[in-house]
């Protein structure tokens, strides 16, 4: 699963889907994030690779640079966007039920390697060209990498935030805004190469897995799912929200059975205060 966000002053996340919009705390007080790595192209050429002070990540989020230049000072400023990898069940009951750690690391080796998709091919900024704002593509994003190992039901799960700035530097050495609409736009396709990423991570570990939705979601195959339903506090809730206030997928427009809405491999969240 995939959360898109859009980060402002940090509290209070609003959670938007087709169909449905609710507010909820955007870190549970239980939560264990780990500590900040600074990552992407940008913290190269600002001084703040490997792992970040709060300090200074709050002032990269807040649109000042190291050298304490202001960039798209503007009012109502969004600070930037918030991607949650969250990992298949099955995956987090291996790691943190069955204590295979590696499974973890494999993880964290898939958030990254798709963060780095997602700057090569859809960091953007935006440049004027005859009075219009023209999209130009950058191949630079500034974020760090939190790891979470609990869902706010206090279930597990395994999620890395990637916190991405509002920030990118222009190929004329400028820093500006982000230009972020191909990556609101892509969230089903960043999901899809996230769980390939994944997948390929996790049968080098030995593990098989079995394909279960669309965009490549999967588990890893011997996991019974009654256990994983026992681990579900957050999907079993929905789904009782969703039969009561009879919300139904698509499927039940063409005569399927009426099928609760539940989060799909990519949702979009915003965050706002």
Same mark, same amino acid.
């Given at each position: 699963m995939l959360s898109v966000a859009r980060s402002a002053p940090p509290r209070v996340r609003r959670t938007i889907s087709r169909r449905t919009t609710s507010r909820t705390i955007t870190t549970p007080p239980t939560a264990r994030p780990s500590r900040a790595l600074g990552a992407g192209k940008g913290p190269g050429a600002l001084g703040l690779e490997g792992e970040v002070s709060k300090q200074a990540f709050e002032e990269i989020l807040g649109g000042t640079l190291p050298s304490g230049e202001g960039v798209a000072q503007v009012e109502n400023r969004r600070n930037g966007v918030d991607l949650t990898f969250s990992a298949p069940k099955s995956v987090s009951l291996m790691a943190y039920v069955a204590g295979d750690k590696r499974v973890l690391s494999a993880n964290m080796a898939?958030?990254?390697?798709?963060?780095?998709?997602?700057?090569k091919n859809l960091a953007e900024g935006r440049k004027d060209v005859e009075g219009r704002k023209v999209p130009v593509q950058t /191949?630079?994003?500034?974020?760090?990498?939190?790891?979470?190992?609990t869902s706010r039901a206090l279930d597990p799960q !395994?999620?890395? @935030? #990637?916190?991405?700035?509002?920030?990118?530097?222009?190929?004329? /050495?400028?820093?500006?805004?982000?230009?972020?609409?191909?990556?609101?736009?892509?969230?089903?396709?960043?999901? !899809?190469?996230? @769980? #390939?990423?994944?997948?390929?991570?996790?049968?080098?570990?030995?593990?098989?897995?079995e394909l279960k939705g669309k965009h490549g979601t999967f588990e890893i195959a011997g996991v019974p799912k009654a256990v994983i339903d026992a681990f579900s506090q957050r999907r079993e809730a929905i789904l009782e929200k969703a039969a009561e206030l009879g919300i139904v997928s698509a499927k039940a427009v063409t005569g399927s059975p009426p099928t609760p809405v539940i989060p799909s491999s990519m949702s979009m969240t915003a965050t706002a205060c």
């Open positions: 898939a958030v990254q390697k798709t963060m780095a998709w997602v700057e /191949g630079n994003l500034v974020y760090a990498l939190f790891q979470h190992d !395994a999620h890395v @935030h #990637a916190v991405v700035a509002n920030l990118t530097q222009m190929p004329d /050495g400028k820093w500006q805004a982000l230009h972020a609409d191909k990556i609101w736009s892509s969230n089903t396709t960043i999901g !899809a190469v996230y @769980h #390939a990423y994944l997948r390929a991570g996790l049968e080098k570990l030995g593990y098989s897995v």
